[in-house]
């Protein structure tokens, strides 16, 4: 299994929205509908942000939200705040208990 | 309050072996799979091996298939990870998480324990 392919990098200023694909195949995004994504901060543990491409777990901002089209799943973040600034990656179900993770992006708030 | 709190990483030379615990309280354990993911240093995250609820089936990542041994103790809320022939490429930063039965993503982790393979 290969990793989904998500951009190396996005950034954004205070205030606006951005997004962060996260393309995989037939195989895995397209198959499922259970793509989630986790936000990582330097030196700590992943967080969960989305669950089942576009479900927000209890206690995360509604800023977050996740959709997908075909292969490629992603993650809106928007009103940008400092705190946002973080590595996110998404992680889709792959069938046969298999999971495959995306290839992670920094999000910099400027 | 879940917690999960990995612990038996450390150096060791390529060729040998470690076993990784993942010690589970706040929750009832035996009613989760868990699973095993890895970090190398300033890399993405990496889904290593997963275990249902009562130990009875598993799955691993190619990459360590017929190396690495997931397995649990749930009277002791304990998940464990036995790695033998361990290579360079297995330096990282072991997770624990857990995945509620019917559910695919990863609700909860551990803060990761750091295993480094070099001689």
């Known amino acids: 299994q290969s990793a989904l392919t998500q951009p190396a990098s996005v950034s954004g200023s205070p205030g606006q929205s951005i997004t962060i694909s996260c393309t995989g195949t037939?195989?895995?995004?397209?198959?499922?509908?259970?793509v989630s994504w986790y936000q990582q901060h330097p030196g700590k543990a992943p967080k969960l942000m989305i669950y089942e491409g576009s479900k927000r777990p209890s206690g995360v901002s509604n800023r977050f939200s996740g959709s997908k089209s075909g292969n490629t799943a992603s993650l809106t973040i928007s009103g940008l705040q400092a705190e946002d600034e973080a590595d996110y990656y998404c992680?889709?179900?792959?069938?046969?208990?298999?999971?495959?993770f995306g290839t992670g992006t920094k999000v910099t708030v400027l | 309050e879940v917690q999960l709190v990995e612990s038996g990483g450390g150096l060791v030379q390529p060729g040998g072996s470690l076993r990784l615990s993942c010690a589970a309280s706040g929750f009832t354990f035996s009613s989760y799979w868990m699973h095993w993911v890895r970090q190398a240093p300033g890399k993405g995250l990496v889904w290593v091996s997963r275990?249902?609820?009562?130990?009875?089936?598993?799955s691993y990542a190619d990459s360590v298939k017929g190396r690495f041994t997931i397995s649990r103790d749930n009277a002791k809320n304990t998940l464990y990870l036995q790695m033998n022939s361990l290579r360079a490429e297995d330096t990282a930063v072991y997770y624990c998480a857990r995945v509620a039965v019917g559910m695919y993503n990863f609700d909860n982790w551990g803060q990761g324990t750091l295993v480094t393979v070099s001689s």
């Open positions: 275990i249902n609820s009562d130990g009875s089936t598993t």
């Open positions: 992680c889709s179900y792959a069938g046969s208990t298999f999971y495959v």
């Open positions: 037939s195989s895995d995004v397209g198959s499922y509908n259970l």
